[in-house]
């Protein structure tokens, strides 16, 4: 604390900031003084007593920060999914995240790499968040549930029946037709349909049956005429499609997208193949629990994201009833007491 013309201010000696403490009395200025030195403590000391009491049951509390949760987090991942890992949390929007101590994060500190970051970086900080709770690395959330933005993902649709055919008609190589014929009449992702072998063929069953690489979820899949058609022009021993199946994921991604751009085809991937067979299902009438065992979900939430652009026509409820009429359905007067509507039911 100091004079300037018979007014007291104080400095942050941390800051260096001066402001006025707005008296010219001594004694109020002094209490003014002790009062923000208080404010100034009294967090720290809480802050300081937290650290003791929570370093008595893990002693790497005070140390621990972003970087060691984020690569404790990767560690438990495999295949693809470590790989995505890898290159999310590399995202430079987490750099002022990484060596930050864990135990002093604050709110802002999340929301400023989510204004820095994209998408993805919204759901890797979400996965990483919640891992760093389920390890009680930290005693409460950052960010509450209900303030992380809500993420905005690009819209996502089918490939339709004519942009199919057209990119068929395109593709000069065999092996690339064909795997594209089998994507669309399997619905599977373009990696297990890539890796599927001659050995995945129940021809007595007419069954395709694979285990899905992301999930290890079984899929067993009937196939009609025309994939079986198709099927019998593969090879009958070892991989379907010996090239294809040895090309990393992106690569296949890329053949796909030239494909797409060459015809002028925009909004769709290999993945789109699923969307298209999920619709397909949904407006054929086919039930959701075998479309879901068809794909592999496990979720309906997420079957039915796939299918939510199927065109399913209603029949008229006068198909119902001459159906009724035909099956010889009698409905019974709603007049009738409740004993007599039970025993005409079972008669």
Not at 276 to 293: D, I, N, Q, Y
Request: charged share 25%; aromatic share 8%; net charge positive.
């Amino acid at each position: 604390m100091f004079r300037r013309q018979e007014v007291f201010w104080c400095q942050d000696n941390e800051t260096r900031k001066q402001e006025s403490l707005g008296t010219k009395d001594r004694q109020v200025a002094e209490r003014i003084l002790n009062a923000k030195n208080e404010a100034q403590q009294q967090p720290i000391i809480n802050l300081q007593i937290a650290r003791a009491y929570l370093q008595a049951g893990d002693p790497a509390v005070a140390t621990r920060n972003w970087r060691l949760v984020m690569e404790e987090a990767t560690k438990l991942k495999h295949g693809a999914t470590h790989a995505r890992y890898v290159a999310a949390i590399r995202d430079h929007a987490f750099d002022d995240l990484r060596d930050r101590p864990v135990l002093e994060t604050r709110p802002e500190h999340f929301l400023r790499v989510l204004e820095m970051g994209t998408v993805s970086t919204n759901v890797f900080l979400r996965r990483i968040h919640n891992f760093a709770l389920d390890m009680n690395w930290i005693p409460w959330p950052v960010l509450p549930k209900r303030r992380w933005p809500v993420p905005s993902f690009k819209e996502k649709r089918a490939i339709t029946l004519a942009e199919h055919e057209t990119i068929m008609a395109r593709e000069p190589n065999p092996e690339w037709k064909a795997y594209f014929a089998l994507l669309w009449h399997a619905g599977g992702s373009q990696t297990d349909v890539a890796q599927l072998r001659a050995e995945d063929v129940d021809w007595q069953a007419h069954v395709l049956a694979y285990q899905r690489k992301k999930t290890g979820t079984s899929c067993f899949l009937s196939f009609g005429n025309k994939a079986e058609e198709l099927l019998r022009q593969l090879p009958t021993a070892g991989p379907l499609f010996p090239r294809i199946a040895q090309l990393h994921e992106k690569h296949r991604a890329k053949h796909f997208r030239r494909r797409c751009l060459g015809l002028g085809i925009a909004g769709i991937s290999l993945h789109s193949y699923r969307y298209a067979w999920a619709e397909r299902a949904k407006s054929a009438g086919m039930p959701e629990r075998f479309a879901m065992e068809n794909l592999g979900h496990n979720s309906k939430a997420v079957h039915r994201s796939y299918a939510r652009r199927a065109k399913v026509i209603i029949p008229a409820l006068e198909a119902y009833e001459e159906g009724n009429s035909a099956n010889n359905v009698i409905a019974l007067p709603e007049a009738l007491p409740q004993g007599r509507r039970a025993r005409a039911k079972e008669a």
